[in-house]
């Protein structure tokens, strides 16, 4: 198998992860606030050419075409735009929806003011090729603003649960939850971005009544957590499985059994590109 067969195969299995579940139901249930939450830190306002990549239902995106922007939502999964243009309909905004991997961007050099991703390209499997994408396509002294999972927060300790679950990454992909250390964004950009913002936050989650729903929440809307389950299942580890994501949910709960409490900590970061 060529690298890029072996590349169309492994983005087909991603697509098919992200479409899996319900994600529009999670964005409804406990997301919504990250949209605003990144593009005030970008400081989109009107008239400006914005690309949100990886933006799913356009959680970020349908909040900066709501402050004047012209906005493209691009995803490697459509499957996820009905929804999306479901909701920018109905807040009466209009946007363009592509379909394109973070990795190899179908827009032209230095065609936007703003390029965002609210816990998006976090997930395309090479760092590397996203971070030079997202500078490419961003105009000189235009702005980068990236909302994402750290490794020490809530979402980087799922996916270290779920890990020995999953199916074995493939060569060459690295760990989402990298890009919400200060580190790794540093390193990845180099001197084409001088970072106004690195600053860490939380999302403060209290959907759940009880903590084990958190888990069960996942368990059959999240694409990534379906797919681990899965190769559980076909493992004959199911049991194990929910005990670790049940042992999880309880461990990270700062409420109470009966009004639980999460909180899921993120890293903003907002440059301006050279
Ligand atoms: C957790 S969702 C975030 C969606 C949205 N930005 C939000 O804030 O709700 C992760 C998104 O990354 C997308 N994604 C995963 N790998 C990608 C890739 N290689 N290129 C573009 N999008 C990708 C998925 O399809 C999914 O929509």
Same mark, same amino acid.
């Given at each position: 198998m060529t690298s890029s067969t072996a590349d169309t195969e492994l983005k087909a299995r991603h697509r098919k992860m992200w479409a899996s579940g319900d994600y529009p139901l999670m964005v409804d249930t406990f997301?919504?606030?990250l949209g605003p939450r990144l593009v005030d830190a970008a400081g989109i306002g009107e008239g400006m050419r914005v690309l949100d990549v990886a933006a799913g239902t356009g959680n970020a995106s349908i909040v900066a075409a709501q402050r004047g922007a012209q906005v493209t939502a691009s995803d490697l $999964?459509?499957?996820?735009f009905d929804a999306g243009r479901a909701r920018a309909q109905s807040e009466g905004v209009e946007l363009d929806w592509v379909e394109a991997d973070a990795e190899n961007l179908p827009f032209d050099d230095e065609s936007y003011d703003v390029v965002m991703s609210s816990i998006g390209?976090?997930?395309?499997?090479?760092h590397q090729d996203v971070a030079d994408e997202l500078v490419r396509v961003c105009r000189p002294g235009g702005t980068i603003a990236l909302l994402s999972w750290t490794p020490e927060g809530m979402i980087g300790a799922l996916f270290r649960t779920m890990g020995p679950f999953a199916p074995p990454p493939p060569p060459g992909a690295q760990p989402a939850?990298?890009?919400?250390?200060e580190d790794h964004v540093r390193e990845l950009f180099g001197d084409r971005v001088e970072w106004g913002t690195l600053e860490r936050d939380d999302l403060d989650i $209290?959907?759940?009544?009880?903590?084990r729903d958190y888990g069960e929440h996942f368990k059959g809307l999240y694409g990534p957590t379906i797919v681990a389950r899965g190769n559980a299942v076909k493992n004959g580890q199911e049991a194990e499985f929910d005990e670790a994501l049940n042992n999880f949910s309880d461990e990270w709960?700062?409420?109470?059994?009966d009004d639980a409490r999460f909180e899921q900590e993120y890293l903003v970061a907002v440059g301006t590109r050279a």
């Open positions: 997301l919504l606030p $999964t459509p499957e996820l390209a976090m997930f395309a499997p090479h939850p990298l890009w919400g250390s $209290t959907a759940f009544e009880h903590p709960n700062r409420g109470t059994q």
